[in-house]
T-cell receptor
Framework: NAGVTQTPKFQVLKTGQSMTLQCAQD?????MSWYRQDPGMGLRLIHY???????DQGEVPNGYNVSRSTTEDFPLRLLSAAPSQTSVYFC????????????FGDGTRLSIL | KNQVEQSPQSLIILEGKNCTLQ??????????LRWYKQDTGRGPVSLTI?????NTKSNGRYTATLDADTKQSSLHITASQLSDSASYIC????????????FGPGTRLSVLP
């Protein structure tokens, strides 16, 4: 099993550009999430999904969109990149939200110039 | 405000030594507490998950403890190895509807030969 796969691993954008960060999991997990990790801070939830066709906002959703058309894929879209969105982005999946661990991808390192 | 604090911020030990990392939280209502290991450039990997009724859980050389009364947890690493060099993240889950994980900022552990 590949687990959670994120692409690209690195990306540099100019302010105002848009892009999509890809996330795919092959574990048939219902729950998927996007986090950002900034230096000195804990991971913060951007958006999450409890199943195909269902998404909801997390703690820091502004400037980001998501969709969940299949169980496997959960892309994150930056609408108009800003320097404040420079961060490391992690996608995670889990079978449930209760006592099952989240499985994380290896992240996308995004720099906005 | 729900918060998770970890100490120390960073720690350096010699290979073969033991160490203990601390986590204090103010998350309410409490559902479970998780410890993750994050290698440099990788996503977090689950070590343990403890519910309210569990006060100790082990995973190999890693032993987590939980005191729900004082809202404290610790992660003890026995006979450290070079591969233990990583960030260790404490995460507390609140028993609300939806996804409500509060991530600590992590402790950076360096194991030297």
């Amino acid at each position: 099993n590949a687990g959670v796969t994120q692409t690209p691993k690195f990306q540099v954008l100019k302010t105002g550009q848009s892009m999509t960060l890809q996330c795919a999991q092959d574990m048939n997990h219902e729950y998927m999430s996007w986090y950002r990790q900034d230096p000195g801070m804990g991971l913060r939830l951007i958006h999450y999904s409890v199943g195909a066709g269902i998404t909801d906002q997390g703690e820091v959703p502004n400037g980001y969109n998501v969709s969940r058309s299949t169980t496997e894929d959960f892309p994150l879209r930056l609408l108009s990149a800003a320097p404040s969105q420079t961060s490391v982005y992690f996608c995670a999946s889990s079978q449930t939200l209760s006592n099952q661990p989240q499985h994380f991808g290896d992240g996308t390192r995004l720099s906005i110039l | 405000k729900n918060q998770v604090e970890q100490s120390p911020q960073s720690l350096i030990i010699l290979e073969g030594k033991n160490c203990t990392l601390q986590c204090n939280y103010t998350v309410s209502p409490f559902s479970n507490l998780r410890w993750y290991k994050q290698d440099t450039g990788r996503g977090p990997v689950s070590l343990t998950i403890m519910t309210f009724s569990e006060n100790t859980k082990s995973n190999g050389r890693y032993t987590a403890t939980l005191d729900a009364d004082t809202k404290q947890s610790s992660l003890h690493i026995t006979a450290s190895q070079l591969s233990d060099s990583a960030s260790y993240i404490c995460v507390v889950s609140a028993s609300n509807y939806g996804q409500n994980f509060v991530f600590g900022p992590g402790t950076r552990l360096s194991v030297l030969p």
